[in-house]
């Protein structure tokens, strides 16, 4: 009985941390959304680039890694203010449909690249960090650090978006596009800087799932779908309610995976979302 | 301070205004008077750059707006407050007023013009830390105007304040920017609200269908049998 009880504390507390991370995921894909009002179905793929960008600096040209690592983040932003000026902004004013298709076929697009230019084989930056072992219960400590980190960028978006001019006129941009030049705002500059912040935040989760995870082309396929399905049970665009779905995600992931098979753990959750989205479609605190 | 000479705006095919033309000289309060759809809110659209005008010259101290972008006219000192207000609404107050200071020039004179604002509008301190969408229609437009002050503009356009507000609140809306316009800054405000707004400023311009129809001071207007007739019932 008594290790029973610690093998279920240990999945609780490993769906703890996987949630850390997919709300770190669902914050950037949300944060776009909620601004600039257009999904990212390629979100995931900037995120393969990115791994892929650490994997190239450190393990090829042999940068430090802390290097490596700040420079994904960087390199990711810009990459997300790309997207922005060449992809988004000539069909911000189409149909959301076509807003749709358009990520959508870059998604494809940036697996196809991958493809050609890194090749199909699975790299690794090689980094293998300790688990730890406490109280009967194993913990990868790299998991552990990406919690960290995650929650961590986390709140530093949420004082960016609180404290800042920038960031109330990203929160103001969502409630009212039509008057922000009244406010000396332009709105060109503010979707600009957003997107390159939801960049940044891909790039801080590259940084994060390089050092657990293999690289390939389609490891997107991986993050991605599991991402938008958080924020739409959170309320697209509503950060806090993607936060408080990565956590019920994880869990079912998690303890689900505990009491069944590990792929149940999946089977569980996606189930979980349909039903709640015949229960409520507009997410957990989505207003429309 | 501001003068517009033969401005023709529209949207699409319909053209609501045809050559308007007239001026503000600094410190004085004047209206845009009319009744509804004489395109009294395109014409603060054209001087804001939200719309474009097709033809005539807008300047501001000399200088034409018309190579100025829109997020730049408030840099030159003229701040709006829009119709409707238009808060945001799930920001705070405090928050709203903050963004009516966005620009890098005003961020240093935060502090003391939000202290203005409260002492101009004591009850937007007490609800500071309040949703902007939760207050009602007459202390929205306080906040609207306190936005707009936050900018330290040198004139202030405003949009049907009394607009959507119960008679008593109208009043003490009025009685609000006559304050400011004693404050000395420079007022262009444009109105259904004929009998209210021709107490509270010095002139007046009546534009029907896009048209300059007359101007003159506020008391020769309210003496007039053209307005005294059609829009005062008298």
């Known amino acids: 009985m008594q290790i029973f009880d610690v093998f279920l504390l240990e999945a ?3 769906g703890i941390l996987l949630g850390g991370i997919l709300a770190l995921l669902a914050l950037g894909l949300n944060l776009i959304f909620g601004v600039i009002d257009v999904v990212w179905i390629c979100y995931a793929e900037l995120i393969m680039l990115g791994m892929y960008s650490v994997y190239y600096l450190h393990n090829v040209y042999h940068w430090p890694l802390a290097l490596a690592l700040l420079a994904c983040v960087l390199l990711v932003a810009a990459l997300g203010a790309l997207l922005h000026v060449l992809v988004i902004r ?18 494809f697009f940036l697996q196809a ?7 199909v084989e699975f790299k690794n930056v090689g980094v293998s960090l300790p688990t730890l072992q406490v109280g009967g219960m194993y913990l990868s400590f790299a998991r552990l650090i990406a919690f960290v980190v995650a929650l961590g960028g986390m709140v530093a978006v949420y004082l960016f978006l609180k404290r800042t001019y920038i960031g109330t006129a990203i929160r103001a941009i969502s409630q009212d596009r039509g008057i922000m030049p009244l406010m000396g705002v332009s709105a060109n500059r503010i979707f600009v800087l957003t997107s390159a912040l939801g960049g940044a935040l891909a790039g801080l989760a590259a940084c994060l799932l ?4 293999d690289i390939h082309p389609a490891i997107g396929l991986t993050f991605g779908p599991i991402t938008f399905l958080v924020c739409v049970l959170g309320g697209l665009g509503n950060m806090v309610g993607g936060f408080i779905a990565a956590f019920i995600f994880a869990q079912f992931i998690s303890v689900g995976g505990y009491f069944l098979a590990l792929e149940w753990g999946y089977v569980l959750a996606f189930l979980f979302f349909i039903g709640m989205m ?3 479609p507009q997410g957990l605190l989505g207003g429309k | 301070m501001l003068q517009l000479a033969n401005v ?13 033309s007239l001026e503000v000289n600094a410190g004085e309060s004047v209206a845009v008077i009319g009744p509804n759809g004489a395109g009294k809110t395109t014409l603060l659209r ?15 101290e000399g200088r034409s707006l018309n190579d100025v972008a829109p997020h730049q006219v408030i840099a030159l000192g003229i701040a709006q407050v829009p119709e409707n207000r238009r808060l945001f609404p799930k920001l705070t107050v405090e928050e709203n007023l903050k963004m009516g200071g966005f620009l890098p020039a005003a961020r240093a004179h935060y502090g003391e013009r939000l202290e203005f604002v409260y002492s101009l509008f004591p009850r ?8 902007a969408g939760t207050l009602s229609g007459g202390e929205q437009q306080m906040c609207a105007i306190g936005r707009a002050l936050m900018s330290g503009p040198k004139l202030l356009l405003l949009d049907e304040p009394s607009a959507g507000l119960a008679p008593v609140v109208v009043q003490s809306i009025f009685g609000l920017i006559k304050r400011i316009c004693g404050e000395g800054y420079t007022v262009l405000i444009v109105e259904q609200n004929i009998r209210q707004v021709l107490k509270v400023v010095d002139r007046a311009y009546l534009l029907e269908t896009g048209r300059i129809k007359t101007s003159g001071s506020s008391a020769a207007l309210l003496a007039s049998d053209e307005i005294r007739k059609a829009y005062l019932g008298l």
Do not use: D, H
């Open chain 1, 12 to 14: 609780v507390i490993n």
């Open chain 1, 90 to 107: 000539p069909v911000l004013g189409a149909e959301p449909i076509n807003q749709l298709l358009v990520t959508g076929g870059v998604l």
């Open chain 1, 113 to 119: 690249v991958a493809t050609l230019a890194f090749g």
């Open chain 1, 210 to 213: 390089v050092l657990q995870y």
């Open chain 1, 278 to 280: 015949f229960w409520r």
């Open chain 2, 8 to 20: 023709s705006a529209g949207y699409g095919s319909f053209q609501a205004l045809f050559e308007v």
């Open chain 2, 46 to 60: 054209v001087i804001s750059k939200i719309i474009e005008m097709r033809s005539g010259t807008v300047t501001m």
């Open chain 2, 124 to 131: 937007m301190k007490e609800r500071r830390a309040q949703r």
